[in-house]
């Protein structure tokens, strides 16, 4: 199809031309693919001037996420979609106001379940409006609902299943029952999603309506008007071709302990040299390791019962011993290992606890103990070795903040991984991946991981911004990558960090770059809380509050407020604290003062990476 010529006389400038080409090429392009659309130039028929419009009904996909695990499978969707001729919209679900969820008439959501069955951050504001007695009635919209979560949580796929029940109260039509995922998520959200491309239509309809896209605005041109240049469309992100079923083998190039001899840590620092990858990743994201399991806890298992490494097993490619050694998690006991060994113990606590479904009694009856001290409580129980597998899950990778920046040290990734060691019934007990690191993963060899990317954990593009960096322990990690980020850019903006831990003699972990980070002047400050080195233990969060009227006015400033660490207590501690002095330094009633924190975390001003 032959593009108008553009007269060489026409009143347009060379910017002006250019633009015109592109935009008579794209409606070219679209009447190409769109019935009752006409091209430039084109001859019109009788029934030209009476041809509707024709659009489609978007589908909007939202995501609440906290790690970056729900981002990509929404992402995934809307590709999967988009490939079958669907519009799509991503939308994070804090984004979305409920009146504009009402006049959605098409809509996938992809919720994550963080702790203990609640909202991922991004997810609050969306909940509490959809959860509300005000909420509006959804009668034409048609969803369907992703649910990831760790059935190793009580709460499993929780928020989804909320959110899944709400929109079914309000009136809203279920074209695809909810799935629920574990943690090995891909394969049921592909399978979940061909189903849903079967029932989600693509669906023409006449005119503009409220989920049409928006025309673009006039731009006026020698005096006329002619639509606006749509914004270039951002190239999709590349994928890695690494990922957690295709770890790539990393080489390790530094493993040393970072905390000193005197502590009750092991902290390590252990750096990866990417090669020729092509992996790529941001100050913020996170990298998946595939660990092996512990040889010694191999060995005692294989003992235990009474078989062979090489012995065959039914169903399996792999001898027992590799399938033990990579294949399953043999540590922490699955709900269904529970389940099957309350039936053969004979164990009265473990029956007990189990029976009353009293989840304290049962965490402190599992606390320390692995699968080997479970077996143990009946030493005449025999187990077959396909019975054991048959009530394990399988080995996952675990992730861990990326501690450097790729600007500071290309082709390089480092991390901050703090190996649990703890004894009991005579014998060591290790952290399975951390472990794996400190103990399998010396300098020259190589490791299997891959980058879990998490868009919302980042610096803020404008370099002017303040930041303020609570991160205790290892929670340092993404920290010192910010620090480095913001070195490598030049950025003018300030940085406050917050650290912590027990005993500044032993624990303070990267106390020499933190201390050049402040003489160089890109840290601007720097507050302490070592918990045991004075008879009242002092927390990061005691320092928030001795600085309550500085750290009010950074926020004031548009600053930005970061979290990374332990998600049980300190970051439950950290977020009182903040919301405490927020609301004492702007006088501000409890309404205004969750409103306040809800913003921040609207505009990605407040966000954490907790575990």
Same mark, same amino acid.
């Given at each position: %199809?032959?593009?108008?010529?553009?007269?060489?006389? /026409?009143?347009?400038?060379?910017?002006?031309?250019?633009?015109?080409?592109? =935009?008579?090429?794209?409606?070219?392009?679209?009447?190409?693919?769109?019935?009752?659309?006409?091209?430039?130039?084109?001859?019109?028929?009788?029934?030209?001037?009476?041809?509707?419009?024709?659009?489609?009904?978007?589908?909007?996909?939202?995501?609440?996420?906290?790690?970056?695990?729900?981002?990509?499978?929404?992402?995934? /969707?809307?590709?999967?979609?988009?490939?079958?001729?669907?519009?799509?919209?991503?939308?994070?679900?804090?984004?979305?106001?409920?009146?504009?969820?009402?006049? %959605? !008439?098409?809509?996938?959501?992809?919720?994550? &379940?963080?702790?203990?069955?609640?909202?991922?951050?991004?997810?609050?504001?969306?909940?509490?409006?959809?959860?509300?007695?005000? *909420?509006?009635?959804?009668?034409?919209?048609?969803?369907?609902?992703?649910?990831?979560?760790?059935?190793?949580?009580?709460?499993?796929?929780?928020?989804?299943? $909320?959110?899944?029940?709400?929109?079914?109260?309000?009136?809203?039509?279920?074209?695809?029952?909810?799935?629920?995922?574990?943690?090995?998520? !891909?394969?049921?959200? !592909?399978?979940?999603?061909?189903?849903?491309?079967?029932?989600?239509?693509?669906?023409?309809?006449?005119?503009?309506?409220?989920?049409?896209?928006?025309?673009?605005?006039?731009?006026?041109?020698?005096?006329?008007?002619?639509?606006?240049?749509?914004?270039?469309?951002?190239?999709?992100?590349?994928?890695?071709?690494?990922?957690?079923?295709?770890?790539?083998?990393?080489?390790?190039?530094?493993?040393?302990?970072?905390?000193?001899?005197?502590?009750?840590?092991?902290?390590?620092?252990?750096?990866?040299?990417?090669?020729?990858?092509?992996?790529?990743?941001?100050?913020?994201?996170?990298?998946?390791?595939?660990?092996?399991?512990?040889?010694?806890?191999?060995?005692? %298992?294989?003992?235990?019962?009474?078989?062979?490494?090489?012995?065959?097993?039914?169903?399996?490619?792999?001898?027992?011993?590799?399938?033990?050694?990579?294949?399953?998690?043999?540590?922490?006991?699955?709900?269904?290992? $529970?389940?099957?060994?309350?039936?053969?113990?004979?164990?009265?606590?473990?029956?007990?606890?189990?029976?009353?479904?009293?989840?304290?009694?049962?965490?402190?009856?599992?606390?320390?103990?692995? &699968?080997?001290?479970?077996?143990?409580?009946?030493?005449?129980?025999?187990?077959?070795?396909?019975?054991?597998?048959?009530?394990?899950?399988?080995?996952?990778?675990?992730?861990?903040?990326?501690?450097?920046?790729?600007?500071?040290?290309?082709?390089?990734?480092?991390?901050?991984?703090?190996?649990?060691?703890?004894?009991?019934?005579?014998?060591?007990?290790?952290?399975?991946?951390?472990?794996?690191?400190?103990?399998?993963?010396?300098?020259?060899?190589?490791?299997?991981?891959?980058?879990? *990317?998490?868009?919302?954990?980042?610096?803020? !593009?404008?370099?002017?911004?303040?930041?303020?960096?609570?991160?205790?322990?290892?929670?340092?990690?993404?920290?010192?990558?910010?620090?480095?980020?913001?070195?490598?850019?030049?950025?003018?903006?300030?940085?406050?960090?917050? =650290?912590?831990?027990?005993?500044?003699?032993?624990?303070?972990?990267?106390?020499?770059?933190?201390?050049?980070?402040?003489?160089?002047?890109?840290?601007?400050?720097?507050?302490?809380?070592?918990?045991?080195?004075?008879?009242?233990?002092?927390?990061?969060?005691?320092?928030?509050?001795?600085?309550?009227?500085?750290?009010?006015?950074?926020?004031?400033?548009?600053?930005?407020?970061?979290?990374?660490?332990?998600?049980?207590? %300190? *970051?439950?501690?950290?977020?009182? /604290?903040?919301?405490?002095?927020?609301?004492?330094?702007?006088?501000?009633?409890?309404?205004?003062? *969750?409103?306040?924190?809800?913003?921040?975390?609207?505009?990605?001003?407040?966000?954490?990476?907790?575990?």
């Amino acid at each position: %199809m032959k593009i108008p010529y553009i007269p060489e006389d /026409a009143p347009f400038n060379e910017d002006q031309r250019a633009w015109l080409a592109g =935009f008579l090429a794209g409606l070219h392009s679209r009447a190409a693919i769109v019935p009752g659309v006409a091209a430039p130039g084109a001859v019109a028929g009788p029934d030209a001037a009476a041809a509707p419009q024709v659009t489609t009904v978007p589908l909007n996909i939202l995501y609440g996420t906290q790690t970056g695990n729900a981002e990509a499978v929404a992402e995934d /969707a809307a590709e999967k979609f988009q490939a079958q001729g669907f519009t799509t919209r991503l939308h994070e679900l804090d984004a979305v106001e409920m009146d504009t969820l009402a006049e %959605m !008439e098409q809509a996938i959501m992809v919720v994550s &379940t963080y702790g203990e069955g609640e909202m991922p951050d991004n997810g609050e504001y969306f909940w509490e409006g959809l959860s509300a007695d005000s *909420a509006p009635r959804m009668e034409q919209l048609k969803f369907g609902v992703i649910a990831l979560g760790d059935t190793s949580y009580d709460q499993f796929c929780q928020a989804g299943k $909320l959110i899944d029940m709400r929109l079914e109260q309000l009136g809203a039509t279920r074209l695809v029952d909810r799935v629920d995922c574990d943690v090995d998520f !891909e394969d049921s959200c !592909e399978e979940w999603l061909t189903s849903a491309l079967a029932v989600f239509e693509l669906t023409e309809v006449e005119g503009a309506g409220v989920n049409d896209t928006a025309q673009p605005a006039a731009l006026v041109v020698n005096g006329g008007a002619m639509p606006a240049a749509p914004e270039p469309a951002k190239p999709a992100p590349k994928k890695s071709e690494w990922t957690r079923k295709n770890p790539f083998h990393a080489l390790v190039m530094d493993n040393h302990v970072l905390s000193g001899e005197g502590s009750a840590k092991e902290i390590r620092h252990v750096a990866f040299h990417l090669g020729a990858s092509g992996m790529e990743y941001a100050a913020g994201d996170a990298l998946g390791v595939v660990p092996t399991n512990s040889p010694a806890l191999v060995s005692e %298992m294989l003992l235990r019962l009474g078989a062979s490494k090489d012995q065959a097993i039914a169903d399996h490619d792999e001898p027992l011993g590799e399938l033990l050694a990579n294949r399953f998690e043999i540590r922490t006991p699955s709900r269904e290992f $529970l389940a099957e060994l309350e039936k053969r113990a004979e164990h009265e606590e473990l029956s007990h606890v189990l029976s009353h479904q009293d989840k304290e009694a049962l965490d402190a009856f599992l606390w320390g103990k692995d &699968t080997l001290d479970l077996l143990n409580l009946n030493p005449k129980l025999n187990v077959s070795p396909e019975e054991f597998l048959s009530w394990c899950k399988p080995l996952q990778h675990r992730a861990y903040s990326i501690s450097s920046s790729p600007l500071a040290h290309p082709g390089e990734v480092h991390l901050t991984v703090a190996a649990v060691r703890w004894q009991k019934h005579g014998r060591e007990h290790q952290g399975v991946a951390s472990c794996f690191l400190a103990d399998q993963c010396e300098d020259s060899t190589r490791a299997p991981v891959f980058i879990t *990317a998490n868009k919302s954990f980042r610096v803020p !593009e404008d370099d002017d911004r303040p930041i303020i960096m609570v991160g205790p322990g290892t929670g340092i990690a993404p920290f010192r990558a910010f620090l480095e980020e913001r070195r490598e850019r030049g950025a003018k903006g300030k940085n406050w960090l917050f =650290f912590g831990d027990q005993h500044r003699e032993h624990d303070f972990i990267y106390e020499d770059e933190i201390a050049q980070a402040s003489s160089d002047g890109v840290l601007s400050r720097l507050d302490l809380a070592f918990s045991r080195d004075q008879a009242d233990k002092i927390y990061v969060q005691n320092r928030m509050h001795e600085n309550a009227k500085d750290l009010f006015a950074w926020l004031e400033e548009g600053g930005y407020f970061y979290v990374c660490g332990d998600a049980t207590r %300190m *970051a439950k501690d950290v977020d009182q /604290a903040l919301n405490d002095i927020i609301q004492q330094q702007g006088g501000f009633s409890d309404d205004r003062t *969750a409103d306040y924190v809800a913003k921040l975390k609207r505009e990605k001003r407040y966000v954490r990476d907790v575990y």
